[in-house]
């Protein structure tokens, strides 16, 4: 039985184990599903784009036809060379194909079948996690550790380092998806090109865009000061199934846009350009733009990026992290109001 545990899989990425041709890459972080799967290809074949020596087939199509894995996964390359096989699982079953293949494949093709979230009890992980001839490699999220990681590897090849105050605002958000976690620090990584080291002002810049309209009535009514109702629609969006993380995610996106119409403003400039299509809301930012400085909103996106922080390191106490910081905030916008 090979199932490996999480903090073992970029090893065996690195460095995979020819006597497991059969793996299966799964779980509920896509991109980083993805990105192994990519990895796993690309180490088994000389060119990716070669169909003799990459054989793609869609999970779907193996429902029909579960013998046309085996034939693949067996066929020799017309040209010669190593061969492989990418499987994309999709709706419907591919656990009689993967079965056969099991019993029937050559170690000298590697067949990486890449899959969503898959339970302990799924058949097609099941079958894999039992054989002797297979391997199967989980995708979690990223925890702090594996983003700490991703941030000194993405940004040093860049020649640049960071700041701490800008570590910790990447930090609170980036998570869920390791293609879009890469490709918000390559975006921050081109934006610094040419200097030494990220600062917190560059991370505002780059990844600071507005929050979704469905969370705007939790932090509209806190950067408003109306305590009574951001009470309610907090409430109003934890019952209808909004994480306390998705609460501060969206604050946090809220004031680093706030903080840079306010910046802008006192450069002498306009704060309409980071409206983006937002004119709709354009009372909401005139409002929190003349009762807040920009010192005062630094304090408020430094105080949320720690909540965020903490609530993913305390998971049963994110409720109690949210509601305290915004209404903090909330009550702090009322006393200035």
């Known amino acids: 039985?090979?199932?490996?545990?999480?903090?073992?899989?970029?090893?065996?990425?690195?460095?995979?184990?020819?006597?497991?041709?059969?793996?299966?890459?799964?779980?509920?972080?896509?991109?980083?599903?993805?990105?192994?799967?990519?990895?796993?290809?690309?180490?088994?074949?000389?060119?990716?784009?070669?169909?003799?020596s990459l054989s793609r087939i869609d999970g779907d199509d193996l429902n029909a036809e579960p013998s046309r894995?085996?034939?693949?996964?067996?066929?020799?390359?017309?040209?010669?060379?190593?061969?492989?096989?990418?499987?994309?699982?999709?709706?419907?079953?591919?656990?009689?194909?993967?079965?056969?293949?099991?019993?029937?494949?050559?170690?000298?093709?590697?067949?990486?079948?890449?899959?969503?979230?898959?339970?302990?009890?799924?058949?097609?992980?099941?079958?894999?996690?039992?054989?002797?001839?297979?391997?199967?490699?989980?995708?979690?999220?990223?925890n702090a550790q594996g983003l700490e990681r991703l941030i000194d590897s993405e940004l040093r090849a860049g020649g640049l380092t960071i700041a701490k105050d800008a570590r910790t605002m990447v930090l609170s958000l980036l998570g869920g998806d390791r293609q879009a976690s890469r490709s918000e620090l390559q975006k921050l990584a081109l934006y610094c090109h040419g200097r030494t080291q990220v600062e917190r002002d560059d991370v505002v810049a780059i990844m600071g865009d507005a929050s979704e309209s469905h969370f705007d009535d939790v932090s509209d009514a806190a950067f408003l000061g109306r305590v009574a109702d951001f009470e309610t629609a907090f409430a109003r969006a934890r019952a209808s199934g909004t994480s306390a993380g998705a609460i501060l995610f969206a604050a946090l996106r809220q004031v680093m846009t706030l903080h840079k119409?306010?910046?802008?403003?006192?450069?002498?400039?306009?704060?309409?350009?980071?409206?983006?299509?937002?004119?709709?809301?354009?009372?909401?930012?005139?409002?929190?733009?003349?009762?807040?400085?920009?010192?005062?909103?630094?304090?408020?996106?430094?105080?949320?990026?720690?909540?965020?922080?903490?609530?993913?390191?305390?998971?049963?106490l994110a409720d109690e992290i949210a509601n305290r910081v915004l209404l903090a905030i909330a009550m702090t916008a009322r006393r200035r109001s």
């Not at 460095?15 to 690309?42: F, K, M, N, Q, S």
């Not at 096989?85 to 099991?102: N, S």
């Not at 494949?105 to 009890?121: M, Q, S, W």
């Open 69 to 142: 894995l085996v034939e693949e996964a067996n066929t020799i390359p017309l040209f010669g060379g190593r061969r492989a096989v990418w499987v994309r699982a999709g709706a419907k079953t591919i656990a009689p194909a993967v079965e056969m293949l099991l019993g029937s494949t050559a170690e000298d093709c590697r067949v990486v079948i890449e899959a969503g979230d898959l339970k302990p009890n799924a058949p097609l992980r099941a079958l894999c996690e039992k054989a002797k001839n297979a391997v199967t490699l989980p995708c979690y999220a990223d």
């Open 1 to 52: 039985m090979v199932a490996l545990k999480a903090q073992a899989v970029d090893a065996f990425v690195a460095r995979p184990d020819t006597a497991r041709p059969v793996i299966l890459v799964y779980g509920p972080d896509a991109g980083l599903v993805r990105e192994h799967a990519t990895a796993l290809i690309r180490s088994a074949v000389d060119d990716m784009q070669d169909p003799f």
């Open 261 to 316: 119409m306010r910046a802008a403003m006192d450069g002498g400039g306009s704060a309409a350009p980071a409206y983006r299509g937002n004119f709709q809301r354009q009372k909401f930012f005139d409002q929190v733009l003349q009762a807040w400085s920009t010192q005062r909103l630094s304090r408020a996106m430094a105080q949320i990026a720690e909540a965020v922080l903490e609530s993913r390191r305390r998971a049963t």
